[in-house]
């Protein structure tokens, strides 16, 4: 019994006096400012270039014009329009409604159409 309790007390003075060593050899907070301090000031990374000057060079009344001009000539997209698509015209459906309804009917009559359920199988994944 005297053993197992000799041997619990040196353990718990050898983990004790391990981390009163560490900290007696740390560098004190005085020392790491000055260190920092006295370091290069260069940015993290790989040699990272600096951001590029992202400021206008027009006022906020010149801006305004501008867009002002722009909707007067209709070269700004209305809400919702496609921006990507500016220059591509869609065409326009040579037929009626009505008509693409009566060529699909007389279509599914003459059993030109896919039914229900047969067409193409689906991807498998």
Not at 5 to 24: E, K, P
Not at 52 to 66: G, L, V, Y
């Amino acid at each position: 019994m005297k053993n197992a309790l000799t041997i619990v007390a040196a353990a718990a003075v050898a983990i004790f006096a391990q981390g009163a060593y560490a900290q007696a050899s740390a560098p004190t907070r005085a020392e790491v400012k000055a260190e920092t301090k006295a370091a290069p000031k260069a940015p993290a990374g790989e040699n990272v270039p600096a951001a590029p000057d992202t400021k206008s060079n027009t006022t906020r009344m010149d801006r305004k014009a501008a867009t002002k001009e722009a909707v007067k000539e209709g070269d700004v997209p209305k809400a919702g329009e496609n921006v990507s698509d500016k220059g591509a015209k869609t065409s326009k459906s040579m037929k009626t409604r009505a008509e693409r309804k009566a060529e699909t009917k007389a279509a599914v009559k003459a059993g030109e159409t896919t039914p229900a359920g047969e067409g193409q199988a689906a991807p498998k994944k």
